[in-house]
């Protein structure tokens, strides 16, 4: 009887996250085309391409953090990287996807080289290592300004351009962006199902046991940061296209903060989690735009807002939403 229970348990889980893909994209689907349609404004079409963007940022930490267990706060620094690359090489002429390809490896390779660096760490003092990483790479935002114009940021950035097609208008880059979030959402769910996958949580949950099993530990935490650096470099390129304007300020600790909590909200080692919390944390903020409240203040409104979500998730839900990690 308890086999019986377990297996149905097992296939109601199963069904539940299959709805739950279908219910999303059946309503991404809706939603573009009422903006192609016109019938929605520009405004919601700008609205989903950013949320596509961190959907991609979001699932591909989670990788790391949620599935691997590495505490990694040089995510969002790593988005900076691709943003940058892929900038500074399409505005010296060269094409978008020779750039596309630089802006994702890049980011990969120096993810390798902190998991190398940090081999030896675990949890704080992993995250705090990492954290220093980050603003490492700030730093060279900001003071390299022969090549980043510093604080100044790079503007005029050109539009995503291949096969002599351009992108030009925010509808067109929805279409664009949804594409790529979908891929991205697809490989990386097939990672985490995958043998390797497996891997990575063997490592999260009992790495010791995975050692002795001959297991190469350093191998699996290379390759599952290189993945994820990968797709951050993908997120920093579509982001640096379409706002055509990138400054250090853009990768710094706001958006890290902003990144953690959706992935504690919608639950770490969860892929539909990593994709529930951005959706809900996007529409938090947008919603307080439509506050009465004075642009200079709105900021740090945010972050107060973010702290206390992120103490309510931690005292009566520590898993998150979808989690399979209680964060206690």
């Not at 991609?56 to 900076?80: C, K």
């Not at 998991?115 to 060279?140: E, N, P």
């Not at 953690?260 to 639950?267: A, D, E, F, N, Y």
């Amino acid at each position: 009887m308890g086999t019986i229970q377990k297996n149905n348990i097992i296939e109601t889980l199963k069904d539940s996250q299959k709805a739950f893909w279908l219910i999303l994209f059946v309503i991404d689907i809706i939603f573009i085309f009422l903006c192609l349609q016109g019938i929605l404004n520009e405004y919601f079409a700008h609205v989903l391409v950013v949320i596509n963007i961190y959907l991609i940022l979001s699932i591909s930490l989670n990788l790391v953090m949620g599935f691997t267990g590495l505490l990694n706060l040089s995510h969002i620094a790593l988005f900076g990287v691709g943003a940058y690359t892929s900038a500074l090489m399409i505005m010296n002429g060269y094409s978008y996807l020779l750039s596309l390809l630089l802006a994702m490896l890049l980011p990969g390779v120096f993810a390798v080289l902190l998991m190398f660096a940090t081999r030896k760490l675990k949890s704080d003092y992993l995250m705090l290592v990492t954290f220093g990483f980050s603003f490492l790479l700030y730093s060279i935002f900001i003071s390299w300004t022969s090549l980043t114009r510093g604080p100044l940021g790079l503007n005029n950035i050109p539009k995503i351009s291949f096969f002599d097609f351009t992108i030009y208008s925010t509808n067109q880059f929805l279409v664009f962006s949804t594409i790529m979030a979908i891929v991205s959402i697809i490989i990386i769910y097939n990672i985490t199902k995958s043998s390797f996958g497996r891997l990575l949580q063997a490592v999260r949950d009992d790495e010791i046991s995975l050692k002795l099993l001959g297991k190469n530990i350093e191998l699996i935490k290379f390759k599952a940061m290189f993945i994820s650096g990968l797709f951050a470099g993908l997120a920093g390129s579509l982001f640096a296209h379409y706002s055509q304007y990138i400054e250090p300020n853009s990768f710094w600790i706001v958006d890290l903060i902003f990144l953690l909590t959706v992935l504690i909200v919608g639950g770490l080692a969860s892929n539909r989690g990593a994709v529930f919390g951005v959706i809900i944390i996007m529409i938090l903020n947008e919603s307080l735009r439509l506050l009465p409240i004075p642009s200079e203040i709105l900021g740090p409104t945010r972050q107060i807002i973010y702290a206390l979500i992120l103490i309510l998730i931690l005292l009566y839900r520590p898993k998150g939403i979808f989690g399979r990690i209680d964060l206690k």
